[in-house]
């Protein structure tokens, strides 16, 4: 089946705009993650959602960033204002349910860079 | 707090050699392990994984034992091939931990031949 998808794959845009990232996770998956993966770097938790609601928002590095999920399905990712700084590959996960052992599934990421 | 530590890369092999990535953790409760493998141009993918003490995860060749006396996951494969030239991440969630992933930094491995 089709796995978790990311649109678009790559994004510039100019320091101060506003950028919205796509994730679409597999079909039926209820748990929904959000990672962002600096050059040479693992990737680091930004957001999970379980179902429509986010269950955890801890990883999200300022208020310039918001995830939403309003139908349990398709999700976006946020950032306002962006900064040079936010530039890198922000990937998105999707698992079955939540849980410790769950397998989680990534997408291709979106690679955004910031000018 | 929680964390996990990767042996740095690159590593360079000849093809057929044995390879070995360690890997160690830190971590509240009892984590499951998860080796991830990114191959170049695609994205991650799951190559194992060991929810408890003692498991042995497999895939591939790959295998890695949740050894929790001495925390670590280290990943082995008895005869690397060009193919698997990757960066490879370990990652754990923990309990209590929301079901998020924390992932070391990855380590690239090239094999040549």
């Known amino acids: 089946g089709a796995g978790v998808s990311q649109t678009p794959s790559n994004k510039v845009t100019e320091k101060g705009k506003y950028v919205e990232l796509r994730c679409d996770p597999i079909?039926?998956?209820?748990?929904l993650y959000w990672y962002r993966q600096s050059l040479g770097q693992g990737p680091e938790f930004l957001i999970y959602?379980?179902?429509?609601?986010?269950?955890?928002d801890s990883g999200l590095p300022n208020d310039r960033f918001f995830a939403v999920r309003p139908e349990g399905s398709v999700s976006t990712l946020k950032i306002q204002r962006t900064e040079r700084g936010d530039s890198a590959v922000y990937l998105c996960?999707?698992?079955?349910?939540?849980?410790?052992?769950?397998?989680?599934?990534f997408g291709p990421g979106t690679r955004l860079l910031v000018l | 707090g929680n964390s996990v530590t990767q042996m740095e890369g690159p590593v360079t092999l000849s093809e057929e050699a044995f390879l070995t990535i360690n890997c160690t953790y830190t971590?509240?409760?009892?984590?499951?392990l998860f080796w991830y493998v990114q191959y170049p141009g695609e994205g991650l993918q799951l190559l194992l994984k060991?929810?408890?003490?003692?498991d042995k995860g497999s895939n591939k060749g790959f295998e890695a034992t949740y050894r929790k006396e001495t925390t670590s996951f280290h990943l082995e494969k008895g005869s690397v091939q060009v193919s698997d030239s990757a960066v490879y991440f370990c990652?754990?969630?923990?309990?209590?931990?929301?079901?998020?992933?924390?992932f070391g930094t990855g380590t690239q491995l090239k094999v040549e031949l």
């Open positions: 079909s039926g998956h209820t748990a």
């Open positions: 959602f379980q179902g429509t609601g986010a269950a955890d």
């Open positions: 990652a754990l969630i923990y309990t209590g931990g929301g079901n998020k992933l924390t």
């Open positions: 996960a999707s698992s079955p349910r939540a849980g410790v052992g769950e397998t989680q599934y």
């Open positions: 060991a929810t408890k003490a003692d």
């Open positions: 971590a509240t409760g009892y984590p499951s």
